[in-house]
């Protein structure tokens, strides 16, 4: 008999060897184990069973046990963004000690392929039960972020779909079905979170930071910009999760808005899951936003539809909030519910017999072979080929010896770029040009690229060789959470580097931007001698096989920008604190829909390899 178990490695209920609360007393039998009741139902009974005491250490990710009720502790908090991640929730140690590391998600969005988006996520969820089965990962998944890229400085661009809200709201109308959905009808295979809700789309710039930024939004943009994405989110996707951002929306901290939660989502959108903070964003209502004082956040919070803190902050607080009459019961116990309402429909106080996703295992359904494949298709669709004169792509026979250089040619985690977990393993740039030809390799400089020292060695190696790779770009040490940029131009000496291979080349260069976010490659693209140019954004534990497949032509590139490439001024004067998306006093307008300039390259720009013409098929004229 299976056995529910909260195993400190894993940090999360799991299936293996554990019993669930039904089936002993004195929860069996009871309407917490009723099948045929609807899992609201359920969920009140369990809530309606609990102390005081017992519900306030509830309300954190980490949730505390009952154990008077064989309910066992649990950790809300679980990563799963371009696959299982590392985080509270997870745990890399044997028997599990890698997972698949897919695209990061700005490069899968560039495939513009929605069967893509869902069954990449299908395969995250699979990797996902297989690990929770051994306790070592929890079931829901603070997954994905569809917020947009509104400025190009944004640290945290390249984990969402791109800037525009229709594919970014396509994306988790897949995504967050294939994450959730599988073969048991009954059960969530694993629980979705649309996030961050909303408005969020800066970490620290402008003398403010995402845990006081009060966003000024208008209607306007709010209804065309800001909440697609998470609407299509609920009514499409049917995600079981969301959560609520740190930052504040036109003076309401985001975890105390009623509207946005109980109102749209709830109310109007029919969202039926929980909803969690970010993790110390309930602290932040009261703390940095200064919304409420401590008794009233925690009211503020719960009565607008928040179910969860990630954080201390109602563990430390909500049972003075109550005993001072100011956070009602029936906030408490709608919370509550709606948490057991999840786990219950993600089989916890459900037949182990009723549940083939417990039958899942790492020895057969984690990183397997169809994973690894995927990962590497995902790369592959996800190339975007800015710039061809016709040299590409390359014959390995005539061209036997290529430089790889560039700060980014080697690069391995930096494929992966955030929210990622244990890869089986990285191909580099360099080793994926390796299975093709003799390679010469030259750093050049590292992203930061703050000194020339090593550029003699690229521009020998180029010089040398019969074609060049030259892999440009940043990394997490420029763009990440918490961390905005302040330029989007090649960093450093960048822009110098590349001037110096492309004169110093023997044969024809293609430039490859390694970048999630938008950076200003405009001296490869006037420069006759860069005769190609390839983005990837961050493509994955396969990325540098999938680069090497396009430039030699096993792969005809087919992706598509998702996201505008400025020039390094358009952000010159533009605050990243300035929420319009329309053109206005030092603002050019952001985003391919109201840009006025001229970008480096176009939202939706790629080539491929095959020409193509097109005519009038109309009907002729007798």
């Given at each position: 008999m299976?056995k529910?178990?909260f195993?400190?490695?894993?940090c999360?209920w799991?299936?293996?060897?554990?019993?669930f609360p039904?089936?002993m007393?004195?929860?069996?039998?009871t309407?917490?184990?009723?099948?045929?009741?609807?899992?609201s139902?359920?969920?009140?009974?369990?809530?309606?069973?609990?102390?005081?005491?017992?519900?306030v250490?509830?309300?954190?990710?980490?949730?505390w046990?009952?154990?008077?009720?064989?309910?066992d502790?649990?950790q809300?908090?679980s990563?799963?963004l371009?696959g299982?991640a590392s985080?509270?929730?997870?745990?890399?140690?044997?028997?599990?000690?890698?997972a698949t590391?897919f695209?990061?998600?700005i490069?899968?969005a560039?495939?513009?392929n929605?069967?893509?988006?869902?069954t990449?996520?299908?395969?995250?969820s699979?990797?996902?039960r297989?690990?929770?089965?051994?306790?070592h990962?929890?079931?829901?998944?603070?997954?994905?972020n569809?917020?947009?890229i509104?400025?190009?400085?944004?640290?945290?661009?390249?984990?969402?779909?791109?800037?525009?809200?229709?594919?970014?709201?396509?994306?988790a109308?897949?995504?967050?079905?294939?994450?959730?959905?599988?073969?048991?009808?009954k059960?969530?295979k694993?629980?979705a979170?649309?996030?961050h809700y909303y408005?969020?789309d800066?970490?620290?710039?402008?003398?403010?930071d995402?845990?006081n930024f009060?966003?000024?939004i208008s209607?306007?943009?709010e209804?065309?910009?800001?909440l697609?994405?998470?609407?299509s989110?609920?009514?499409?996707g049917?995600a079981?999760?969301?959560?609520c951002?740190?930052?504040?929306?036109?003076g309401t901290?985001s975890c105390?808005?009623e509207?946005?939660?109980?109102?749209f989502?709830r109310?109007?959108w029919?969202?039926?899951?929980?909803?969690?903070?970010?993790?110390?964003?309930?602290?932040?209502v009261?703390?940095?936003h200064h919304?409420?004082n401590q008794?009233d956040?925690?009211?503020?919070v719960?009565?607008?539809?928040?179910?969860s803190?990630?954080?201390?902050?109602?563990?430390d607080?909500l049972n003075?909030?109550i005993s001072?009459?100011?956070t009602?019961?029936?906030?408490?116990?709608?919370a509550l519910e709606?948490?057991f309402g999840?786990?219950?429909?993600?089989g916890?106080?459900?037949?182990?017999?009723?549940?083939p996703y417990l039958?899942?295992?790492?020895?057969?359904d984690?990183?397997?072979p169809?994973?690894q494949?995927?990962a590497?298709?995902?790369?592959?669709q996800?190339?975007?080929?800015?710039?061809n004169?016709g040299?590409?792509?390359?014959?390995?026979t005539?061209?036997?010896?290529?430089?790889v250089?560039g700060?980014?040619?080697?690069?391995?985690?930096?494929?992966q770029a955030?929210y990622?977990?244990?890869?089986p393993y990285l191909?580099?740039?360099?080793?994926g040009v390796?299975?093709?030809?003799k390679?010469?390799y030259?750093?050049?400089?590292?992203?930061n690229?703050?000194?020339?020292?090593?550029?003699?060695?690229?521009?020998?190696?180029?010089?040398q060789?019969?074609?060049?790779?030259l892999?440009?770009?940043?990394?997490?040490?420029q763009?990440?959470?918490?961390?905005?940029?302040?330029s989007?131009?090649?960093?450093?000496?960048?822009?110098d580097?590349?001037t110096?291979?492309?004169?110093?080349?023997?044969?024809?260069v293609?430039?490859?931007?390694m970048?999630g976010?938008s950076?200003?490659?405009t001296?490869a693209k006037v420069n006759?001698?860069?005769?190609?140019i390839m983005?990837?954004?961050y493509p994955?534990q396969?990325?540098?096989?999938?680069?090497?497949?396009?430039v030699f032509?096993?792969v005809?590139?087919s992706?598509?920008?998702?996201?505008?490439?400025?020039?390094?001024d358009?952000t010159?004067?533009l605050?990243?604190?300035?929420?319009n998306m329309?053109?206005?006093?030092?603002?050019?307008g952001r985003?391919y829909?109201?840009?006025t300039?001229?970008?480096?390259y176009?939202?939706?720009s790629?080539?491929?390899?095959?020409?193509?013409?097109?005519?009038?098929?109309?009907p002729?004229?007798?």
């Open positions: 299976l529910a178990v195993l400190s490695v894993g999360a799991v299936a293996a060897g554990a019993q039904c089936t007393a004195p929860l069996q039998g309407a917490a184990c009723d099948t045929s009741q609807t899992p139902a359920r969920a009140q009974y369990i809530v309606s069973q609990l102390t005081l005491d017992e519900k250490g509830l309300f954190s990710n980490w949730a046990s009952v154990p008077r009720l064989n309910i502790a649990y809300w908090w990563e799963a371009h299982v985080s509270p929730g997870v745990s890399f140690a044997q028997p599990t000690p890698n590391s695209p990061q998600v490069t899968t560039a495939s513009y929605k069967t893509l988006w869902g990449i996520s299908s395969a995250i699979t990797e996902a297989a690990m929770n089965n051994v306790g990962a929890g079931l829901t998944f603070w997954t994905p569809i917020n947009l509104r400025d190009p400085r944004w640290g945290r661009g390249h984990e969402t779909p791109g800037e525009d809200p229709v594919t970014t709201a396509t994306y109308a897949h995504f967050v079905p294939g994450l959730q959905e599988g073969e048991d009808s059960h969530l694993a629980s979170c649309c996030k408005g969020y800066m970490e620290d710039s402008d003398g403010a995402r845990h009060n966003a000024i209607l306007q943009d209804a065309d910009t800001y697609p994405a998470f609407h989110c609920v009514v499409n049917r079981s999760g969301m959560m951002s740190y930052n504040a929306v036109n901290p105390a808005n509207r946005i939660m109980n109102g989502a109310g109007k029919g969202f039926d899951g929980y909803i969690t903070s970010d993790c110390g964003a309930v602290a932040d009261c703390n940095n919304y409420a008794d956040t925690c009211r503020d719960l009565q607008a539809g928040m179910d803190d990630c954080g201390s902050f109602l563990g607080n003075t909030s001072h009459g100011v009602p019961m029936s906030a408490v116990d709608t709606h948490l999840v786990q219950i429909r993600l916890m106080y459900d037949p182990a017999s009723e549940q039958n899942y295992s790492y020895t057969t984690l990183n397997t169809a994973h494949q995927l590497l298709e995902a790369a592959r996800g190339m975007v080929l800015l710039k004169d040299t590409f792509p390359l014959d390995a005539k061209y036997p010896t290529v430089a250089v700060p980014n040619a080697n690069a391995t985690t930096t494929m955030s990622q977990g244990n890869a191909i580099s740039p360099l080793m390796s299975k093709y030809a390679t010469l030259a750093e050049g400089c590292d992203t690229c703050s000194n020339q020292t090593g550029f003699p060695a690229a521009t020998e190696a180029a010089a060789a019969d074609a060049t790779v892999v440009i770009g940043i990394s997490t040490e763009e990440r959470e918490s961390h905005d940029r302040t989007i131009a090649l960093p450093g000496y960048q822009e580097l590349v110096a291979v492309l004169s110093a080349a023997k044969g024809p293609m430039v490859v931007v970048a976010g950076v200003d490659f001296v006759p001698l860069a005769k190609g983005w990837v954004g994955g396969s990325g540098g096989e999938a680069i090497a497949d396009v032509g096993a005809n590139p992706g598509r920008l998702p996201h505008t490439q400025y020039p390094k358009y010159n004067g605050s990243m604190l300035d929420m329309r053109p206005g006093t030092s603002n050019p985003t829909r109201f840009y300039g001229t970008p480096v176009a939202f939706g790629g080539l491929s390899y095959t020409s193509f013409s097109y005519k009038n098929a109309g002729s004229v007798s």
